[in-house]
């Protein structure tokens, strides 16, 4: 017997696992305070606030701070002074002040500063959380740089490193391609126009052939003379063109952009597919991915089947408990199946009302009839909480083998016929083409 609980699904966009760490060097008790408890609540990082320098100093040489977030008027120190011995513990910071500071303002000219805030407007300390919870974001993005340039590479290799980003780089078009090959997560590049195998348009136009703007975006610099050549960029599907010598905080700018651009597509194109009472994957990405993985599995001469789930009694638990515990109960299903599938290629859904479909990858037979069998006990081990009543349901299952060059509406078919005989044979059971031949 389990309680039901709440399984984490899939984010929008990839989430890494957090260990990020925030100094916030800061004087002023209340605007620590709302900085702080604004950082915490965008971000999973921790963040650690002293109000003077020489507090900060132990975790300064903790060697466990990922950036800093100061002001540039302590106490105990001031301008230069602080930035200098955060950058030589090797720890990036954002300045976070009430007064401009040339020497500061050199310092992110120098790239060597993650952002520059003024506490100059009522939003100032929501545009500090921003900056940080982009920052904190970046490391879940992948970026490659393209330049066959050490110097020009590595200038933009450090800048995007310092904000977090995991980050390859490659001297050529023909290298950038291999490392696509090995890293299909790459969500940016930056690439250079003249290199000596392919120029950076013929990079893209390679590019552009296999990913869409909508799955990775690609940033075009040069130092050319030629002002057409952005638009030759742009046209070729570059999402953006910078030329050199560029401003650094211009350049991360158009980055930063970029990534909400990406952040927002993928937002969409999540919550376009997801079920959103129980965060599953709805019918219709149900359809599109199993579609593709059927035939990819029988190109591949593998077995697979696909099985509808009903709960039992449905009606009857709207009806004696209310519809907000039948909500509950569709999401404590939708997660005891996201549990059994987690760590496998099994794909499930939730198709509308009470109505769940798994696509079994590599299982058909006895094999698809001992996991339903295994999904069907666990949905019958629930113990479901709501307003202090205790729920128990069943569920009723039917599997289909999939067979070569039947479709996928057949399948789903004969699948849902097995469910109609499981119905019809008392419930809480498993029924497929093996129990009805009396093999299992």
């Known amino acids: 017997m389990s309680v039901a609980r709440a399984v984490q699904r899939n984010a929008p966009y990839r989430v890494a696992h957090d260990t990020t760490k925030i100094l916030v060097i800061e004087d002023s008790v209340a605007v620590a305070a709302v900085l702080k408890a604004g950082i ?35 106490p105990d120190a001031a301008g230069r002074s602080i930035l200098d011995r955060l950058e030589r513990s090797g720890i990036p910071a954002v300045v976070f002040t009430a007064r401009h500071d040339e020497e500061a303002e050199t310092h992110f000219a ?11 407007s009522a939003d100032s300390v929501a545009r500090a959380v921003h900056s940080v919870k982009c920052i904190v974001e970046n490391s879940a993005f992948t970026v490659l740089v393209v330049d066959d340039a050490r110097s020009a590479r590595s200038g933009l290799v450090d800048l995007l490193t310092r904000r977090q980003f995991k ?23 930056i690439t250079d126009y003249h290199m000596p195998d392919m120029d950076g348009y013929q990079l893209i136009q390679r590019i552009r052939t296999e990913k869409t703007s909508e799955e990775l975006r690609i940033v075009g610099v040069s130092s050319s003379s030629d002002r057409r050549l952005s638009a030759l ?7 953006d063109f ?23 597509l993928r937002r969409l194109k999540y919550y376009a597919e997801r079920d959103p009472l129980t965060g599953l994957s ?29 709960v039992d009694h449905f009606k009857k638990v709207n009806d004696t408990y209310g519809h907000e515990a039948g909500d509950v109960v569709l999401k404590a299903v939708a997660d005891t199946l996201a549990e059994k599938v987690e760590g496998t290629r099994h794909l499930v859904a939730r198709l509308g009302g009470e109505e769940f479909a798994l696509y079994l990858h590599d299982l058909a037979g006895r094999a698809a009839f001992d996991f339903c069998n295994g999904v069907r006990e666990a949905v019958e081990a629930l113990v479901i909480e709501v307003n202090d009543k205790m729920i128990h349901i069943t569920a009723s299952i039917g599997v289909a083998d999939v067979q070569p060059e039947e479709t996928f509406d057949n399948h789903l078919n004969a699948a849902d016929q097995f469910l109609y005989m499981a119905k ?9 083409e093996g129990v009805l031949l009396g093999q299992f």
């Not at 910078?242 to 990406?262: G, H, M, S, W």
């Not at 019809?424 to 497929?432: A, D, K, L, T």
């Open 233 to 239: 960029f742009l046209k070729a599907g570059a999402s």
């Open 40 to 74: 915490e609540e965008e971000t999973s990082a921790t963040v650690v606030h002293c109000a003077s320098f020489a507090e900060a100093e132990p975790h300064i040489d903790g060697g466990d701070i990922s950036f800093a977030v100061t002001g540039l008027s302590l």
């Open 242 to 264: 910078i030329y050199r010598p560029f401003v650094a905080e211009e350049l991360q700018c158009r980055i930063d952009n970029n990534i909400e651009t990406l952040k927002q």
């Open 424 to 432: 019809n044979g008392g419930r809480n059971r498993v029924f497929c």
């Open 282 to 310: 709805n019918r219709r990405l149900f359809f599109e991915t199993g579609i593709r993985m059927a035939r990819e599995n029988e190109r591949a001469n593998r077995a697979s089947a696909v099985a509808i789930l009903d």
């Open 167 to 189: 980050v390859f780089e490659a001297r050529s078009g023909s290298e950038a391609l291999k490392i696509m090959a090995v890293q299909p997560n790459i969500d940016l590049i």
């Open 110 to 120: 120098e790239q060597r500063l993650l952002d520059y805030i003024l506490k100059d």
